[in-house]
């Protein structure tokens, strides 16, 4: 399965949203810890205004936790944003957050009047199992593939607080292509543009450069080797993963490590910090300005040639 992201869609969930934003209270952001950045979705920013907003850290049991103290600190130095790391298999912090959405909002608290919050995030970064937990049963689906949830749903947790999940779809950033290849790493998009060899070639180059002891110790390997491709060939062959004529199967391989990636076997790890964010936004928005510069150019020089 894959999800094209159509300008179309992303402006019709943006309209839906802005329809109801006015009768929520908080936001909770949905981020993927290991890619706290790419998995943002750019409009929620500019959506929430002033609203209080918990940023949310899921999947935490597969971050490199000293990363992942690095954006909680970051991000709360956000004017009205807190920001917690949880993960599945610590539903107790996730309970704190309902005292946590009470604290923030004292007027409401105090008035006894029924809290909205919103969860906000792009596709398969654990809203769904985040609901079901606040909720203490199964209401929302979950799934590994992306794309589970759809329509509008409004969960009332019965202890003053109703959860309401984000209509329509959010997509993730599109102007990024390091961002796309960490998506992709993650299992959150699978662009159908992008191959298991090309995600799989991206997220080793990552792991040789910031965790090749994990890498050691998972593959056996000592002394690692430099480059993508020879580390691809020498797992490949220890695994088995030969076409005819003994050469790898890098397909083969790639799914191998990806999958070992996600589901945590190689080790915690985080594919990106706050100085990669603070860096890389700079360069995309240098990107956009000189497209639109060229664009400009292009519809001056069409109108001097009529
Ligand atoms: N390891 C790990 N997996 C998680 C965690 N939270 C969610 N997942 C998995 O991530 C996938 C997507 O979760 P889901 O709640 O459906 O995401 P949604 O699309 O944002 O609603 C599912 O396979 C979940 O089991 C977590 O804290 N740790
Ligand atoms: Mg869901």
Redesign the pocket.
């Known amino acids: 399965m894959s999800i094209q992201w159509f300008p179309g869609h992303m402006y019709k969930a943006r309209k839906q949203i802005e329809k109801i934003i006015f009768q929520v209270d908080l936001i909770i952001e949905?981020l993927d810890a290991r890619i706290p950045y790419s998995s943002e979705n750019p409009m929620i920013a500019d959506l929430r205004g002033s609203k209080p907003t918990i940023k949310v850290l899921?999947?935490?049991?597969?971050a490199d936790p000293t990363v992942t103290e690095q954006w909680l600190s970051f991000f709360e130095k956000e004017n009205n944003v807190k920001a917690r790391s949880?993960?599945?298999?610590t539903p107790e912090y996730t309970r704190q957050l309902t005292d946590l959405i009470r604290k923030l909002l004292p007027e409401k608290e105090k008035s006894h009047k029924t809290i909205n919050v919103m969860i906000m995030?792009?596709?398969?970064?654990?809203?769904?199992?985040?609901i079901n937990t606040l909720a203490g049963k199964s209401i929302?689906?979950?799934?590994?593939e992306?794309?589970?949830?759809k329509g509008q749903q409004r969960i009332n947790l019965r202890n003053g607080i109703m959860l309401w999940d984000t209509p329509g779809m959010l997509w993730p950033k599109v102007e990024n292509d390091n961002s796309s290849y960490r998506l992709a790493t993650t299992g959150a998009i699978k662009d159908t543009a992008m191959s298991y060899d090309d995600v799989a070639f991206f997220a080793v180059g990552f792991f040789l450069e910031l965790y090749p002891d994990l890498l050691v110790k998972r593959y056996n390997l000592d002394p690692l080797p430099n480059t993508e491709i020879e580390f691809l060939e020498l797992v490949g062959k220890k695994r088995g993963c030969l076409v005819s004529g003994g050469h790898v199967d890098y397909e083969k391989i790639s799914k191998i490590i990806l999958s070992e990636f996600r589901s945590?076997l190689i080790g915690r790890i985080s594919l990106e910090t706050p100085p990669v964010m603070l860096r890389e936004e700079k360069e995309v928005a240098l990107k956009i300005l000189k497209r639109n510069e060229e664009k400009a150019l292009k519809k001056e020089s069409k109108k001097r040639k009529r």
């Open positions: 949905v899921t999947k935490s049991d597969l949880l993960s599945i298999d995030g792009i596709p398969n970064v654990g809203k769904s199992t985040l929302a689906k979950t799934g590994n992306p794309a589970v949830t945590g």
